[in-house]
């Protein structure tokens, strides 16, 4: 049973993520003083681009710790904290990138807002490791009430990080298709300073509907360990894997790491997916030795609940 200092303590963390997420996105709005780029079409598109990827990374951490918190999804909500550092880099790369942009050409950066934003980002990373810490005894508590299988429990909790994937997979599809709408909606100003490439176009798309495809693979049967369609779920891993490496490279090709115009999902999506790979090989050991059978007991939705 749930007590009520718990469900206290679970409200105040909901409460914290939705304070953090917004008091960064006001800051990072602040900070970019867009106003300043009416004689900048280049920069204004490229610095738009970076904020509205920060935006949604902030979006995803967000609704990410939240979604875990109101199902009391303990695990999920560690393994988040471990999923995010590739998008906190992302959005450390493409913060630092609009400085450099600033700095080169001579516009306003406030420096006080920077140290702010920064502050607030590691307290973030603190409060998730201390809260994951407070309440991982009391999941584990839980898991035991339906089995002291050491090798069943550890294969429940591999099992829920490998369904956690879903979550990342899901948060760079949004930012593609948020990069995407901006260049549909500045249309005309990309006309003039963004090349098409329709190879790196078709790919991009290609990556996307993959990843949409691996969401589903994750959330659809996994329960019954089926080997083969852990085998498609590690195919489609690679193809991500091989496709991601193949943008990094030509992205590196036309235009220099340190440019406004370098676009580093390609770099951290790589690293991202060879985590959720061995992930999924870690899970893929755990089949049929015994997690199925306590599936078929209906706890699964109490043992979920940490």
């Known amino acids: ?27 990072v709005f602040w900070m970019a003083d867009l106003w300043q780029f009416k004689k900048y079409d280049k920069i204004a598109f490229y610095t738009t681009k970076n904020i509205l990827i920060i935006f949604i990374v902030n979006l995803f951490l967000h609704v990410g710790y939240t979604w875990t918190l109101l199902n009391m999804d303990i695990k999920s909500y560690e393994q988040l904290a471990i999923t995010s550092q590739c998008f906190l880099m992302l959005a450390i790369s493409v913060g630092l990138q609009c400085m450099g942009t600033y700095l080169v050409n001579d516009l306003h950066v406030n420096y006080v807002l920077v140290v702010v934003l920064n502050i607030l980002v590691f307290y973030e990373i ?9 309440l991982g005894p009391i999941s584990y508590k839980n898991i ?25 997979l899901i948060g760079f599809v949004f930012v593609y298709v948020a990069k995407t709408s901006l260049k549909s909606i500045m249309k005309n100003v990309c006309n003039n ?9 078709f790919t991009d798309f290609i990556v996307n509907i993959i990843s949409v495809t ?10 019954k360990e089926s080997k083969t369609h852990r085998i498609c779920i590690f195919i489609l ?9 193949a943008g990094a ?58």
């Open 126 to 134: 603190y409060n998730v490791s201390s809260t994951s810490k407070k």
């Open 237 to 245: 891993l690679w193809i991500l894997i091989f496709l991601d490496i």
């Open 1 to 27: 049973m749930i007590t009520t200092n718990l469900n206290s303590k679970l409200k105040r963390n909901i409460s914290f993520h939705s304070s953090i997420f917004i008091g960064k996105n006001a800051i």
């Open 193 to 201: 300073i963004i090349k098409i490439n329709k190879y790196e176009m």
């Open 214 to 223: 691996l969401v589903l693979f994750l959330s659809i049967n996994l329960d």
């Open 249 to 306: 490279y030509f992205e590196y090709t036309k235009n220099h790491i340190i440019s406004t115009e370098y676009d580093f999902i390609h770099i951290f999506r790589v690293f991202f997916v060879i985590h959720a790979f061995f992930i999924a090989v870690k899970e893929y050991r755990t089949l049929g030795k015994g997690l199925k059978e306590l599936e078929r007991i209906h706890v699964n939705k109490t043992i979920n609940k940490f």
């Open 144 to 168: 035991t009430r339906f089995t002291s299988n050491a090798f069943l429990i550890d294969a429940w909790n591999k099992r829920k990080c490998l369904k956690t994937i879903r979550i990342g």
